[in-house]
């Protein structure tokens, strides 16, 4: 297998729970956000002791894997991650070893419109089985924690997210949980 280049990075994250998009897209045309487009992501989940461990595919042709440590909170939290791009023809093999060595956890289907703000990402997730969710990424660079912490409230700010239900988990845990409440 192929390894290439790892980044190591650190965010600032809030999930949110949304009925429909209508407002915060608006609020996102209002303030001049990025529009990126939709994204289709399969999220394999992996039962790693140590933090979350998943292989995300991307529109069917790209594929990386990533690690990442978070504390589960209904606030903005320090996210700690690792992001291994494999290449994709070697997908298949990726995913049996870390099955082999972690055992599979759940598998996330979502669509995502990624639209960028500054150092910013905002995902408007539309996922199976779950429903509808915003996700707030603010970058932290160079170890500027105030800054990006800075930018992560003005954007609650602007497009009035404090209103919403906020989410302390990952999409994975939250189908872990219907799984389990559908199997009592």
């Known amino acids: 297998m192929i390894i290439l280049k790892i980044k190591i990075m650190k965010n600032i994250e809030l999930k949110i729970k949304m009925g429909n998009f209508k407002e915060v ?11 990126n487009g ?11 002791p140590d933090g979350r461990l998943k292989i995300r595919e991307i529109n069917n042709r ?3 894997v990533i690690f990442y ?28 070893d870390l099955k082999s060595k972690y055992g599979e956890g759940v598998i996330v289907f979502k669509k995502r419109q990624l639209w960028i703000y500054k150092n910013t990402r905002i995902h408007l997730d539309s996922v199976d089985c779950l429903g509808n969710f915003l996700e707030l990424e603010t970058i932290v ?3 500027k924690i105030r800054e990006a912490m800075k930018e992560h409230e003005d954007i609650i700010d602007l497009l009035k997210l404090s ?11 939250l189908l872990m949980n219907i799984r ?3 199997l009592a």
């Open 25 to 35: 897209i608006f609020l996102l045309h209002k303030i001049k956000a990025s529009d």
């Open 38 to 48: 939709e994204i289709i992501q399969c999220d394999t989940y992996y039962n790693h």
């Open 62 to 64: 790209d594929a990386e």
């Open 69 to 96: 440590q978070r504390p589960d909170i209904e606030k903005s939290k320090i996210s700690k991650y690792e992001i291994t791009p494999i290449i994709f023809s070697q997908l298949d093999s990726f995913k049996n």
């Open 141 to 143: 660079g160079d170890g």
């Open 163 to 173: 209103e919403y239900e906020k989410i302390d988990t990952s999409y994975s845990n």
């Open 180 to 182: 389990r409440y559908s």
